[in-house]
Structure formats: structure tokens, C-alpha cells
């Protein structure tokens, strides 16, 4: 949604409120390389409600990310920009059989029904995903302008061109799935503060939910389990993860009841898309700096395997760039960088 131009060279920015990730991908000829990538934390209250709350304080950690990346060196001012579930609606809607002019006059008016906010003050974007009958189905994605209109302002007293802005989901679709896929899957974003629930058939967005149990809720479960701080708890979460050692033999029991709660929450979205698709979740994909966690993997494929042998998976967010030739930012580390990713992949046909 929200396209401005198509460079042929894009910076992602995915913001959350802890930090900034920023990835630029250039094509050069039939392949790709990575060009740069940068990660700056955000000091507490520059963003709150994932709205810009502090525009100064928020423009000066992205210029030390595009001055100081970690690899590379940034060299465009082009970039494509993430909205946050918490201000997007997605909904997949059906209308009649119809050409695509006609639908641009019949979708708003059908997308009033479904999005909470009269359409007049949002941005609506919508794609058709197939046909069935002589119905057609159609997502809608609708933000704010107000939102829209106060991050473009601040990306723009930051000296950056906006070429595009989706919804999260959307870019996280586009690096974690494959682009001939035709699985039905359950992507589970894990941040430090919500985790994003993305339900996708055939390649296709379904519906997103955002849950408040994430990678700080875990580390907040073993800080209060050992007593231990909120720093050296989250160092402990990153050394043992979901096991036990001699020196911490009760990590595992201190972090299953935030792990039970993430799994119920799952188990809710797998019930809510049983109940209206014929189309079994195949896989649940994990990603986000909270997939890093040690043996989740494990943990959530022995809950989910009951569950119509789902299988469960960390995240590959460049699947569907064979040809990449730098692997700077690669293995599980590059599964918190999907979002981001994803948005610098968005101008990048496949070939």
C-alpha cells in the first residue's frame, strides 16, 4: 500500500520500540547483494503506542543508522517503511465477480463494513487473491492518514523519500514465504514486546493478530522466577534458553508458563482459521529476535505436532533470493531482520 516511486535501490526500516533495523538490497545483473544493514536501539518514550512520539530523538538514531550501519555502507535515500499490526487492518472480504475498475469503486464501499473507522479517514489499499465461483476474494488493508501522514513528516525532516509503506505482515509475508508457494502457514513474530500472528494460504495474507506475550515477557518471567534483574535475566534467557543447567537447573520451569500462554494464543488462531477454511495449517514459521531463543524450535513442535503434524520452523527470510551473494546477515540471526528484509525485497520481482 502507500507506493510513491520504484527505485532500484531500497532501504527497509523496520521500527519497533526498542530499536531501529535498517537493510538496503541492490540487483546487480541476475543477482543480488547485500549492501548494507544496521541496528540502532531507540531510547525509552521516542516511540510510544508504535506511534513517533519524539521526532528529534527519533531522526537522530536514524541518521547514526545510516552513518554507522554495522555492514556496508547505505547508498540511497529511498525507503519502504513498516506500519505496525496495532494500526493496520487486514481483512480478506468478498464481493462479485467484476472487473478491476468496477471493484475500485466497490471495494470501499464493502471495506466500510469491516474496517472501524469511517473509510474517509484511512488509507485503503486492496489486492484480489482468487476467484471462487462467481465470488471473488479481496484483502483490504487500511491505516490512518493521521498516523501516515505524521511518519512521513518525520521521515522526511530526517532527509529520507518514502517509497512505499505496508503493513508488517505484509513484508514479512514476502521474506518468509516462498513466492511459488502453495502451503498454508502460521507465521509467529516474536519481538520483545508483542508477537505478530500471520495467517497465509497459498502465498497469500488471510488475517494478522498481535498478541502481548513476546521475547520481554520471558525475560520478565525469569527475572521474577530467580530474582534476579531484568538485565541478567534476559542474559541468562539468551546462554540457556527453554533447558536447565547445573548452574541454572530451574530456567525451563521459570519461562513454560509465558511459553504456555504464546502456545494458547497460537492454538486460538489455529481455531479461528479451522472455523472458516477448509485448509489445515502445514507449519508454523518462527521469527524475530524472540525465535533466537534455544530449543523454542523443540518446545513448540512437540505442543503443535499434536495438532494435525504441524511442523515447526525458524524462519529463512532470504528463501527466495537464491543468488544473494553475501552472507553478512545470515543463519537464525537473520530471522530478527525479517521485517526489514522483507521491505527491502519489496521492489525486486521475482526472476
Not at 529520507?160 to 508488517?168: C, G, K, P, R, V
Not at 537447573?249 to 497460537?266: D, F, G, Q, R, S
Not at 520452523?313 to 521485517?339: F, M, Q, R, V
Request: overall charge negative.
Amino acid at each position: 500500500m502507500l507506493n510513491f516511486s520504484k527505485p532500484k535501490s531500497i532501504i527497509g526500516l523496520d521500527v519497533s520500540s526498542g530499536s531501529l533495523k535498517l537493510v538496503e538490497v541492490k540487483s546487480e545483473g541476475k543477482s543480488y547483494i547485500l549492501k548494507a544493514f544496521a541496528r540502532t536501539p531507540l531510547p525509552r518514550g521516542a516511540i510510544l503506542n508504535d506511534s513517533i512520539v519524539d521526532t528529534k530523538t527519533f531522526n537522530f538514531c536514524l541518521k547514526q543508522a545510516l552513518d554507522k550501519p554495522q555492514f556496508g555502507r547505505f547508498d540511497t535515500h529511498y525507503i519502504n517503511v513498516s506500519l505496525p499490526e496495532s494500526k493496520s487492518f487486514l481483512r480478506v472480504i468478498q464481493i462479485p465477480k467484476m472487473s478491476d475498475a468496477e471493484a475500485e469503486a466497490a471495494v470501499p464501499y464493502e471495506a466500510e463494513s469491516f474496517i472501524p473507522m469511517p473509510v474517509e479517514q484511512v488509507y485503503l489499499d486492496w489486492q484480489k487473491i482468487n476467484e471462487a465461483g462467481d465470488k471473488q476474494n479481496i484483502l483490504i488493508i487500511a491505516t490512518p492518514r493521521e498516523y501516515v501522514d505524521k511518519y512521513l513528516e518525520a521521515l522526511d525532516t530526517g532527509g529520507l523519500t518514502a517509497s512505499a509503506l505496508e503493513a508488517e505482515s505484509q513484508s514479512l509475508c514476502r521474506s518468509l514465504i516462498a513466492w511459488n508457494s502453495t502451503e498454508t502457514s502460521l507465521i509467529v513474530d516474536i519481538d520483545a514486546n508483542r508477537s505478530n500472528l500471520v495467517m497465509v494460504e497459498s502465498g497469500g495474507l488471510q488475517f494478522s493478530s498481535t498478541v502481548p506475550i513476546a521475547g520481554g515477557a520471558f525475560t520478565d518471567g525469569l527475572s521474577r522466577s530467580l530474582g534476579v534483574s531484568s538485565v541478567k535475566g534476559e542474559e541468562i534467557k539468551k546462554k540457556v534458553g527453554l533447558s536447565n543447567t547445573t548452574e541454572y537447573p530451574n530456567v525451563k520451569i521459570a519461562l513454560m508458563p509465558v511459553l504456555n500462554n504464546l502456545t494458547a494464543e497460537i492454538k486460538n488462531v489455529l481455531k479461528f482459521h479451522s472455523e472458516r477454511s477448509e485448509r489445515p495449517v502445514e507449519k508454523v514459521i518462527l521469527a524475530g529476535g524472540g525465535a533466537k531463543l534455544k530449543g523454542l524450535p523443540e518446545a513448540m513442535q512437540a505442543e503443535f505436532g499434536q495438532e494435525g503434524n504441524i511442523k515447526v520452523e525458524i524462519g529463512d527470510p532470504w528463501k527466495n533470493i537464491e543468488s544473494l551473494k553475501s552472507s553478512a546477515l545470515s543463519g537464525i540471526e537473520s530471522s530478527s531482520w525479517a521485517t526489514a528484509i522483507g521491505l527491502a525485497l519489496r521492489n525486486i520481482e521475482n526472476k
